[in-house]
């Protein structure tokens, strides 16, 4: 456990010395117990074994920050991971080589970092801690073994998975596809600040659904923040779609049975403030693509999407992976502008 600037510092001369690409990192967050989630553990693994950086601990972390942003790192999943990196230090690895995208290229449909460890080296990993308060200290060795088992594995398999990837000739869509995800997490990360109403489902709503829901987003916000939990634990995501739709179609909303009276009577003013909203003040709803005035664009979806399939069962890959639903509709609409969106590995496969 490193857990002052003496030991960090100690810690970053031995990362420093590591190759490009012979290290590994993992994240712990509270966000399954507070409102505002805070990085509360760094596991970070190398040739040598494993060190644990408490972040609660340590004031000033800049060492941290400047070793991480300079080298390529192996991570697992690392999409949320990205978040936390961006929200505690404001930039990320120079690279991050994501063992998931790496087994997914290779056609593993179980690609979970448990399931990993336990094809290749045939370990199960313990899911105890999974949910665990990773904000509490001092920390059980239940909770500190876990934090280990999440990076002692992933060089050894790393090895592997990039032995395999460059012998199915799939290494550079590895590399393509890592770099589009930290381009698609920057952006993410940019945008969280605008709008983060606009959930998962919202884009099914029409202006006034919209105004719903954003009311009752920040209601349930303010019931989180002044609670200090989390936010799914006021309400779900579903919940708040649910009740906006109905809303939107002039229907009645009611506070669920289990809410106390008072968030219940909040609950009651949020739906009122928006029932006093003007039109002029709804959002707009998000410009779609529409294909009625085009009578063969189905049968060119369809073509796109036979070719895909088949690409994909060939290769042993998910269909997805090639191009989703979303890609192979731009590609029907303007095929040349679709293409163009694509990475280079999934427009040379689609081209053929």
Avoid at 42 to 53: M, R
Avoid at 124 to 148: F, I, T, V
Avoid at 290 to 307: C, N
């Amino acid at each position: 456990m490193i857990t002052d600037s003496q030991a960090l510092f100690e810690w970053k001369t031995r990362a420093m010395a590591q190759p490009a690409g012979r290290t590994v990192l993992d994240l712990e967050a509270d966000s399954m117990h507070r409102h505002h989630e805070k990085l509360c553990l760094i596991q970070y693994a190398d040739e040598q074994g494993v060190a644990i950086i408490d972040p609660l601990a340590i004031e000033d972390l800049r060492l941290f920050a400047v070793w991480m942003e300079g080298t390529d790192i192996w991570m697992h999943g690392a999409d949320y991971d990205m978040s936390l990196l961006q929200n505690a230090f404001g930039t990320l690895p120079r690279l991050i080589l994501d063992t998931q995208i790496a087994a997914r290229l290779l056609g593993f449909r179980q690609f979970g970092l448990a399931a990993l460890v336990e094809h290749f080296f045939g370990v199960a990993l313990s899911k105890k801690n999974q949910k665990a308060d990773w904000g509490q200290r001092p920390m059980s060795d239940e909770m500190k073994e876990y934090a280990q088992g999440d990076v002692k594995y992933m060089l050894g398999m790393a090895d592997i998975l990039v032995e395999r990837l460059k012998k199915a000739g799939r290494y550079d869509w590895f590399i393509e596809s890592c770099r589009l995800q930290m381009q698609k997490g920057r952006e993410r990360h940019q945008a969280s600040g605008n709008e983060p109403w606009r959930i998962k489902g919202s884009g099914n709503l029409e202006a006034r659904g919209l105004a719903a829901l954003r009311e009752l987003w920040n209601w349930r916000d303010e019931e989180a923040a002044s609670w200090d939990r989390p936010a799914f634990m006021v309400c779900t995501n579903d919940e708040l779609i649910r009740w906006s739709h109905a809303l939107q179609e002039f229907r009645s909303v009611y506070p669920p049975h289990y809410f106390h009276s008072h968030r219940a009577n909040r609950f009651r003013k949020a739906v009122e403030r928006f029932q006093l909203l003007d039109e002029e003040d709804y959002p707009h709803p998000p410009k779609r693509t529409r294909h009625e005035t085009d009578p063969e664009f189905e049968e060119r979806l369809e073509h796109w999407s036979k070719r895909r399939n088949a690409l994909a069962e060939t290769l042993g890959l998910e269909p997805c992976l090639i191009a989703t639903r979303s890609q192979l509709e731009s590609i029907a609409n303007d095929a040349e502008r679709g293409l163009q969106h694509l990475m280079s590995w999934q427009r040379q496969l689609l081209e053929g």
